[in-house]
């Protein structure tokens, strides 16, 4: 009897340290995996995404944001400005919101807005965000290649988002926007969670 009492105690208070938040994954290292869903409520399995990159030798963008994040909100105009373009080279680009309404999102992205690039729902940062350190501070920003590695990351606004991102994909994947080669990121500013 006193086994069964003993075992669900220590889970209470083993369980605050297994669910503690992650570091910011560094450039070098394996990209976290994760299943959510898109704002459409399709299922998106980071592992099978990266499978398909791997095929096509392509890149993954992941970009954490949220509607209350004013250096966000400069981005994503920028983000559907360019996001077919990258596409169209093999640079998969994701949005990532970390609201804590779905339909927040949704008034804003589909309503409001009309952007059409996809957009991944991860409430209150409760799976990727926790990995990825966007339950802290907005915007995170992570390239990943086909070996599910992160090529690139960058905490904060990026104001010349088109030639930086189009710079990252030239200096990894050589030929992809030779126009854009050796542009860097012009940062801006963050937001707090």
């Known amino acids: 009897m006193k ?16 669910a503690q938040d992650a570091p910011i ?10 299943a959510i869903q898109s704002l459409e409520y399709n299922n998106f399995v980071m592992a099978e995404k990266i499978q398909e ?20 909100m400069r981005e994503l105009p920028e983000f559907e400005r360019i996001h077919k373009d990258l596409a169209a080279k093999g640079v998969q680009f994701f949005a990532v919101a970390i609201d804590d309404k779905r339909q927040d999102i949704w008034r804003y992205v589909k309503t409001e807005k009309k ?9 209150n940062a409760f799976n990727a965000g926790r990995k990825y350190g966007a339950d802290k501070t907005l ?20 104001k010349n988002i088109e030639a930086a991102l189009k710079g990252i ?14 542009k860097k990121i012009e940062s801006g500013e963050t937001s707090s969670h």
């Open 53 to 72: 990159l791997k095929a096509k030798k392509g890149l993954m963008i992941l970009d954490f944001w949220a509607t209350w994040c004013k250096p966000c």
């Open 139 to 158: 915007p995170q920003l992570f390239v990943i290649d086909g070996e599910g590695v992160i090529r690139y990351q960058h905490t904060g606004e990026i």
């Open 25 to 34: 994954p560094k450039v070098g290292s394996k990209a976290p995996l994760f």
């Open 169 to 182: 994909a030239e200096s990894l994947q050589p030929g992809t926007f030779p126009e854009f080669k050796g």
């Open 115 to 123: 952007y059409t690039f996809p957009v991944l729902v991860d409430l």
């Open 3 to 18: 086994k069964s009492i003993l075992i669900p105690f220590f889970s209470l208070l083993l369980f605050p340290l297994l």
